[in-house]
């Protein structure tokens, strides 16, 4: 696919334009000691590196994985507590944008790209980000995973790529991301600074090292 027919990009969040361990760890960590104190785990110590792994999963995916045994309230109770945590942050001001995101954001919609937003996530997330950086300013729509009940990303695409403006490409730093995009024969650019490891982006059709590349290749 020539990428001078790009027309629409879909971007994932956290991982891609948003260095989201910043906030999740801490939430994570929270929730990990709601389970020890509860007696539902061990304690233990969590490196970043071991946190980061879940970025990308939708909320019940990471718990189903992560913990299956655990009671489903439970599971519920530790993703609230992780919501909660990462909303207070990002009310905070704690959230934090990769270096050159936002200049990115800017340089395509200003050459005419319809700009997507697609996250595995919930919608106050959506929506407390949107605040803080003003993504309706450059994204076209802001999608949640939630509003779609958290079916995979590929199937969201499968049922609203034709809405957008051909030819397609997706930016992400996870196999979810790169999936999405194979699955609908769409272009995919992966991240290979984000959280996901080098072989969830081995299909990937370009891999960027830092998200102003993009301004190189688009």
């Excluded at 994985?65 to 489903?72: I, K, V």
């Excluded at 080098?198 to 688009?218: G, N, P």
Aim: aromatic content about 12%; charged content about 25%.
């Amino acid at each position: 696919m020539a990428l001078n027919r790009i027309r629409t990009i879909f971007f994932d969040y956290d991982g891609t334009l948003h260095n989201g361990i910043k906030i999740y760890a801490p939430a994570f960590r929270e929730a990990y000691s709601y389970l020890v104190e509860n007696n539902y785990a061990p304690p233990r110590e969590w490196a970043e590196d071991e946190i980061s792994y879940w970025l990308g999963f939708s909320p019940m995916d990471m718990w189903n994985t992560f913990m299956p045994d655990l009671a489903d309230e439970t599971k519920i109770t530790c993703s609230g507590i992780i919501s909660s945590t990462m909303k207070a942050l990002t009310d905070g001001g704690k959230a934090e944008l990769y270096e050159g995101s936002l200049e990115v954001l800017t340089y395509l919609k200003n050459k005419g790209y319809h700009l997507i937003f697609i996250s595995n996530c919930k919608n106050y997330y959506k929506e407390a980000h949107n605040r803080m950086f003003h993504l309706d300013s450059y994204f076209e729509e802001l999608i949640a995973t939630e509003e779609y009940g958290f079916i995979p990303k590929s199937e969201i695409l499968a049922s609203i790529k034709h809405r957008y403006e051909k030819d397609i490409a997706i930016v992400g730093d996870r196999i979810q991301d790169i999936e999405a995009g194979k699955d609908n024969s769409i272009l995919t650019i992966g991240c290979s600074y984000g959280y996901g490891s080098a072989s969830e982006l081995q299909d990937a059709d370009i891999i960027i090292t830092d998200v102003l590349e993009l301004k190189d290749i688009l």
